[in-house]
């Protein structure tokens, strides 16, 4: 039973914070690679941030800078940090654990909203 459950979305004004979680349970967390993406309306799904297993990140051009990345072995959960909020981050963002071998799980979602 795989479960990725997001939390932290929310209502906030343009150049605001917001930190997201995801609390992992049925992966092996620690060989997981890690990821959080997003979905606007009418858009295409698109990577925001991974993290593999050993410690490296990814970024996409649109958040470098402004988002960090981060995960606790010891607590099963990674962590999106977001600064600088811009209207153009509204979306859903989605929880993503994938293995090198295989294997590609999904979180519900959770919605950020952020107004001018």
């Known amino acids: 039973q795989v479960q990725l459950v997001e939390s932290g979305g929310g209502l906030v004004q343009a150049g605001g914070s917001l930190r997201l979680s995801c609390a992992a349970s049925?992966?092996?967390?620690?060989?997981?690679?890690m990821g959080w993406y997003r979905q606007a309306p009418g858009k295409e799904r698109e990577l925001v941030a991974a993290?593999?297993?050993?410690?490296?990140?990814n970024y996409a051009d649109s958040v470098k800078g402004r988002f960090t990345i981060s995960r606790d072995n010891a607590k099963n959960t990674m962590y999106l940090q977001m600064n600088s909020l811009q209207p153009e981050d509204t979306a859903v963002y989605y929880c993503?654990?994938?293995?090198?071998?295989?294997?590609?799980?999904w979180g519900q979602g959770t919605q950020v909203t952020v107004s001018s």
């Open positions: 993503n654990s994938n293995y090198e071998w295989g294997g590609n799980y």
């Open positions: 993290i593999r297993s050993g410690g490296r990140t």
């Open positions: 049925g992966i092996i967390f620690r060989l997981s690679t």
